[in-house]
């Protein structure tokens, strides 16, 4: 069984940084993209940024110039460095990974989500 699990949520202030990491576990051949995504209160799920397996990235234009996403593929983990962080970036946050597991089976999995909250 592959598991995501997210760590460094937590409570900031407007203009103030976190770090997300979310490390992927369990019988794994190889990971293809990873990413991270947020659900705000009231809104729809939406796509913050993804990486590649190749180091490719792709950001909303909402977090673009405040947001990095990284990745290091020895220790199977992504990471989301958050910079300059508004209150509208409140949400929970979830990673996600596509993958190929140890027995060559696909999948899609996900974290089970870390709460950032930012106050002014």
């Known amino acids: 069984q592959v598991q995501l699990v997210e760590s460094g949520g937590g409570l900031v202030q407007t203009g103030g940084s976190l770090r997300l990491s979310c490390a992927a576990s369990?019988?794994?051949?190889?990971?293809?993209?990873m990413g991270w995504h947020r659900q705000a209160p009231g809104k729809q799920r939406e796509l913050v940024a993804a990486?590649?397996?190749?180091?490719?990235?792709n950001y909303a234009d909402s977090v673009k110039g405040r947001f990095t996403i990284s990745r290091d593929n020895a220790k199977n983990t992504v990471y989301l460095q958050m910079n300059s962080l508004k209150s509208e970036d409140t949400a929970v946050y979830y990673c996600?990974?596509?993958?190929?597991?140890?027995?060559?089976?696909?999948?899609?999995?996900w974290g089970q989500g870390t709460l950032v909250t930012v106050s002014s």
């Open positions: 996600n990974a596509d993958l190929y597991s140890g027995s060559f089976r696909y999948l899609v999995v």
């Open positions: 369990g019988s794994i051949f190889s990971i293809n993209d």
């Open positions: 990486i590649t397996s190749g180091g490719s990235t």
